[in-house]
């Protein structure tokens, strides 16, 4: 059965560092193109950070470019997502999931999601 297990959630302070995992089960995970999400409280779900399947070519948006990294380890099949100088705004539950993408586009190819993680960037 397919299935996405996210975690490495927590409470940290403005400026400090997490580092979230996602391991996937059920699924050919090395050929997948691979994204981290987030959805903070009354706002829609929004990508963060996609990568390619051969770890060749990342994407961030403006608002996380230059202190999210996203990387993959396809013998684990898990993907990261290393948060660093974190901001309160970057609070959210955070999920991975297998994209795609349009244009200039990324979006979910599942028809689920995971439990996603918690991440509470607070002093």
């Known amino acids: 059965q397919e299935r996405l297990v996210e975690s490495g959630g927590g409470l940290v302070q403005p400026g400090g560092s997490l580092r979230l995992s996602c391991e996937v089960f059920?699924?050919?995970?090395?050929?997948?193109?691979m994204g981290w999400f987030r959805q903070a409280p009354g706002k829609a779900r929004e990508i963060v950070a996609g990568?390619?399947?051969?770890?060749?070519?990342?994407y961030y948006p403006d608002s996380v470019k230059g202190r999210f990294t996203i990387s993959r380890d396809n013998a684990k099949n898990t993907v990261y997502l290393q948060m660093d100088s974190l901001r309160p705004e970057d609070t959210a539950v955070y999920y991975c999931s297998v994209v795609g993408k349009d244009g200039s586009s990324w979006y979910s190819l599942l028809d689920y999601w995971g439990q996603g993680t918690q991440v509470t960037v607070s002093s």
């Open positions: 059920g699924r050919t995970f090395s050929k997948d193109t």
């Open positions: 990568i390619t399947w051969n770890g060749r070519s990342a």
